[in-house]
């Protein structure tokens, strides 16, 4: 089970200038907002990454990071290459991952995270590529090293345990 005291959300470059060309990237962003939503309601922490920023932007303004959310700025498509992104996050944390674009650096960035020993889920509807067929190829990549693939829905639910959670209407209502 997703465990939100044993996990970390990272959105991977979800940047104003990448966004557009991603297929059903507005489905992609909104998927990625509620985990974002919901992993602030519940303290789940949350990091960033942006692919050479001056180029492509900063991320998108629905799921801007908030003033005291890591921000990793990188140029290598797999963010552990360019920063210390598998070491900084505590240890017993699953990394839950989604963004852009599934091929490249999600799945270059999840194998990174692999390759440290990291347990990873990646959100399937939360995640994109300009082509279906390289999301869904990066996808299945994933789960051949060892990823969970999971839904947006899986993960919040999962995190909440039980209707019966303290913040189970004000996290729902981010699905409905």
């Not at 309601?41 to 942006?50: A, I, M």
């Not at 290459?81 to 091929?103: F, K, N, P, S, Y």
């Amino acid at each position: 089970m997703i465990e939100p005291a044993h996990t970390h959300l990272l959105l991977i470059d979800f940047q104003a200038r990448l966004m557009p060309a991603i297929h059903a990237g507005a489905e992609a962003v909104a998927n990625g907002a509620r985990l974002l939503q919901a992993a602030r309601l519940l303290g789940v922490p949350r990091s960033f990454t942006e692919q050479n920023p001056g180029k492509l932007g900063h991320t998108v303004p629905g799921i801007a990071p908030a003033p005291e959310e890591t921000v990793l700025a990188k140029m290598s498509f797999d963010a552990c290459a360019d920063t210390d992104l598998a070491t900084a996050l505590d240890a017993d944390r699953q990394v839950i991952v989604c963004g852009c674009e599934a091929h490249v650096c999600v799945l270059q960035t999840v194998l990174g995270l692999r390759r440290a020993g990291r347990a990873v889920a990646v959100v399937a509807d939360a995640t994109g590529a300009r082509a279906p067929a390289n999301r869904d190829a990066g996808l299945a990549r994933m789960a051949r090293h060892g990823a969970e693939i999971v839904t947006t829905e899986m993960v919040v639910f999962e995190w909440l345990k039980s209707a019966s959670h303290p913040r189970f209407r004000e996290v729902v209502a981010l699905i409905k």
